[in-house]
């Protein structure tokens, strides 16, 4: 019988800077999207990095607007996206 391995996922380390505005679910859905493909990872492995289920990290990709903050927060610490919150009179 073969050896098990298990993987322990950990966080992605360097940032990723996307400027984009954030005006919709559907903005934070796409670029959590485009890194995770940037990454070269499946949703499967996604999913087992993030802690979450595979129902939750779908409707993520997908846009839902009722996913629960905390979540899509640790989804994108654990994807390296820094999102920020800035004035709209300081927005350049």
């Not at 070269?40 to 629960?68: I, W, Y």
């Not at 903050?69 to 820094?82: D, P």
């Amino acid at each position: 019988m073969g050896a098990l391995y298990l993987i322990r996922y950990f966080p992605v380390r360097e940032s990723y800077t996307v400027d984009m505005r954030i005006i919709s679910v559907e903005s934070i859905s796409e670029a959590v999207k485009t890194r995770r493909k940037q990454l070269g990872l499946t949703q499967s492995e996604t999913v087992a990095m993030c802690n979450v289920g595979a129902r939750f990290f779908s409707e993520l990709e997908n846009g839902k607007e009722t996913l629960q903050m905390n979540k899509v927060l640790h989804c994108l610490e654990m994807l390296g996206i820094n999102l920020y919150a800035v004035n709209r009179e300081d927005d350049k």
